[in-house]
């Protein structure tokens, strides 16, 4: 993986399509001015020597050169002919006979050529060989029959093949060109491919320096000299790479805040039953003649206070334990309508002492997969919230009901009411709403916070509806089922 690290560069991967999308087309450009440029050449060579061999073909006709070739006019013309283009005539006759040729090697002889068989049936043929550098072509030698020759067999206008005419002619001057060409084109060429990597360069990086700024950025939010959010909104891309960066770090950096709030409030929860007891100690040593029963009375303070202190830290670590052991719930098979009686039963004490009614009503049976101590914290703190926060006379009501999927307890109490605006903080860790009064009753503020835990760490939830002065209704809702 580490030897191909330079391949997973964004950079190098532009810079390569940008380069190759450039050098494609030159070179697609550059093959097709060459190949176009011989294929025109050839073509128009070809055709010159076709219309010089036919105005040929008509003179040899005329000065009846196969019969025979001593025409100086018409030896004079093929002389032309093959120097002109650097080439070479036969001129053969309709019985395969090389009449005359140019380059006087052959005269006299037999000439058996497939292309000069088909020559006589009326098909020539041009050839252009590459390799070799030249064009072979054939033209025939035709006769138009007169009036004069017409006989019985040969009717007038029939057209009769006398001949061939075989030539062959250098493509070095085309070649010749096409060098020239070539040599231009690859200068033009190389000059293109520069341009091309300065622009693949200037291209690659400039495409990838928001990434650069992104990763700038962060590292100055990393090393804290910046705790501002990121704004490179160049591309698409980035805007989003950045937004999930933003909303990722305010949540870090709430969690933070709301980390220090906590320290800060267990400090400060922690701190006043100490001063209270270290008040009450001082005024007893400082005083040398406490009566009896001062003494016992600010004794029970302090042992109160001392209390109040324990429960604190019991809930603290009731709650730190919940955290920590968010993903080990131990799930039994609980039948909560049975549990819930349990609880009710240990709570009755409570009640009776603050003159409340407290009733279970159990809609359904309910058999549940929970973490059986979880669940009794939960309705323990909701039962004890209904009875604490309530007023002599009152009732509080569990409720337990179940649908196909999930099962409901519901703890109504006809107590004191939350104010709206309250009803979204009294979960979190050490609120209270009135502090004084629920200092009073021996409130920590940590109770709902530990309950919503718990509830959470079942994947449910609980809601809470209130009418101040009327009394609260907190409804929890959790699968029957374990999630695996
Ligand atoms: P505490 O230990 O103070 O009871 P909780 O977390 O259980 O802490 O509750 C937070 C605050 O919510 C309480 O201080 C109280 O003001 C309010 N509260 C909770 N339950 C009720 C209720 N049933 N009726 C009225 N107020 C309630």
């Known amino acids: 993986m580490h030897r191909f690290r330079f391949w997973r560069s964004l950079k190098l991967r532009l810079f390569i399509i940008i380069f190759i999308t450039g050098l494609i087309p030159s070179l697609v450009i550059y093959q097709s001015i060459l190949k176009g440029y011989e294929d025109r050449a050839v073509k128009v060579r070809t055709l010159d020597v076709q219309n010089q061999l036919n105005v040929l073909a008509d003179h ?131 000059i293109v491919i520069i341009l091309l990597v300065a622009i693949a360069l200037l291209l690659s990086r400039l495409l990838v320096r928001p990434f650069d700024r992104i990763s700038k950025q962060i590292e100055s939010v990393k090393s804290g000299t910046s705790d501002e959010p990121l704004t490179v909104r160049d591309y698409l891309e980035t805007q989003h790479i950045v937004s999930s960066f933003n909303s990722l770090f305010a949540k870090m950096q709430k969690a933070d805040e709301s980390r220090r709030q906590f320290v800060s409030n267990v400090s400060h929860e922690l701190k006043t039953p100490l001063t209270s007891v270290k008040i009450l100690a001082d005024s007893l040593n400082t005083d040398n003649e406490v009566p009896v029963e001062v003494y016992k009375e ?30 080990k719930l131990n799930i039994s098979t609980v039948d909560i309508n049975e549990l819930s009686e349990i609880i009710l039963k240990r709570m009755r004490p409570i009640a009776r002492k603050n003159e409340i009614e407290l009733t279970l009503v159990s809609l359904r049976d309910v058999v549940a997969e929970v973490d059986e101590v979880k669940i009794s914290l939960v309705l323990t703190n909701l039962v004890e919230n209904a009875i604490k926060y309530n007023s002599p006379g009152g009732t509080a009501t569990v409720t337990v009901d179940a649908d196909h999927q999930y099962f409901m307890i519901e703890v109504t109490d006809t107590g004191e009411g939350i104010p709206e605006e309250e009803l979204d903080s009294i979960f979190e860790r050490f609120y209270r709403v009135d502090k004084s009064h629920s200092n009073k009753i021996g409130g920590t503020g940590l109770g709902l916070a530990i309950t919503r835990s718990a509830v959470m760490l079942h994947k449910g939830t609980i809601v809470v509806r209130s009418t101040l002065g009327e009394g609260s209704t907190f409804t929890v809702r959790i699968p029957i089922k374990a999630a695996v």
């Open 298 to 327: 600010f004794m029970a303070d302090i042992t109160q206070e001392i209390e109040r202190e324990d429960k604190i830290i019991n809930d603290l670590l009731e709650l730190v334990r919940l955290d920590k052991d968010a993903s």
């Open 60 to 190: 040899l006709i005329t000065y009846n050169y196969l019969i025979d070739p001593s025409s100086d006019v018409v030896n004079a013309e093929l002389n032309l002919l093959s120097n002109l283009y650097s080439g070479r005539v036969m001129v053969i006759n309709n019985r395969l006979k090389i009449v005359r040729d140019t380059y006087g090697i052959s005269d006299g002889r037999s000439m058996v050529s497939e292309e000069v068989v088909k020559c006589l049936k009326g098909s020539s043929i041009n050839n252009y060989d590459r390799v070799n550098g030249y064009i072979e072509l054939t033209v025939p030698i035709t006769e138009t029959i007169s009036a004069v020759s017409a006989t019985d067999e040969i009717a007038e206008g029939t057209v009769m093949y006398r001949g061939v005419l075989l030539a062959s002619t250098s493509t070095d001057t085309i070649t010749n060109t096409i060098e020239i060409l070539r040599n231009r084109a690859q200068k033009i060429l190389i």
